[in-house]
T-cell receptor, first 113, second 115 residues
């Protein structure tokens, strides 16, 4: 049973560029949540997708957007990258909208220069 | 506002010694509580969770945690630490409304293990 997978594992971008990160949920899960973990901090909730819609959003600007596909996989897009966007981006999957336990992927490490 | 506080940024224990990592939460309703562990460069692995019922919950790798409502705490314990337990530990509370939910994390406690 495959767990949560994310791609790419590492990414280097320059300020002003755009980036897309990808996540495949654990088998049987239909909900995907994205978190940003800055160095030395705990993860912070970005948004959550369920039934192909953004259902909840944390305190992140509109530069952060996402999508969920019919197979429940998800993308996180960040436009106009800032140096402060450098972080580990974690995807978590769960069942039924987020009340159930969330299982995390290994993350994508983004460095913005 | 909902929040999680982990008062200890860094703890060092000797291998074989007991461990207690502290977690305090602020949440208006009955909390759903979690402990996750993160090894360097890795994602988060769930150690244990509390949803309801018995306030002492058992997790993987010999960890346990006790929910104390009166103290708003959910401390993680292990009777005998192994060198492989060195990692960062995060406490989280589930912020749930209706059928939706997300996690609010503490800033983490880094555990070092002395041989």
């Amino acid at each position: 049973d495959a767990g949560v997978t994310q791609s790419p594992t590492h990414l280097i971008k320059t300020r002003g560029q755009q980036v897309t990160l990808r996540c495949s949920p654990k088998s049987g899960h239909d909900t995907v949540s994205w978190y940003q973990q800055a160095l030395g901090q705990g993860p912070q909730f970005i948004f959550q997708y369920y039934e192909e819609e953004e259902r909840q959003r944390g305190n992140f600007p509109d530069r952060f957007s996402g999508h969920q596909f019919p197979n429940y996989s998800s993308e996180l897009n960040v436009n106009a990258l800032l140096l402060g966007d450098s972080a580990l981006y974690l995807c978590a999957s769960s069942l039924g909208g987020g009340r159930e336990t969330q299982y995390f992927g290994p993350g994508t490490r983004l460095l913005v220069l | 506002a909902q929040s999680v506080t982990q008062p200890d940024i860094h703890i060092t224990v000797s291998e074989g010694a007991s461990l207690e990592l502290r977690c305090n939460y602020s949440y208006g309703a009955t909390p759903y509580l979690f402990w996750y562990v993160q090894s360097p460069g890795q994602g988060l692995q769930l150690l244990l969770k509390y949803f309801s019922g018995d306030t002492l919950v058992q997790g993987i790798k010999g960890f346990e945690a006790e929910f104390k409502r009166s103290q708003s705490s959910f401390n993680l314990r292990k009777p005998s630490v192994h060198w492989s337990d060195a990692a960062e530990y995060f406490c989280a509370v589930g912020a749930y409304g209706g059928s939706q939910g997300n996690l609010i994390f503490g800033k983490g406690t880094k555990l070092s293990v002395k041989p």
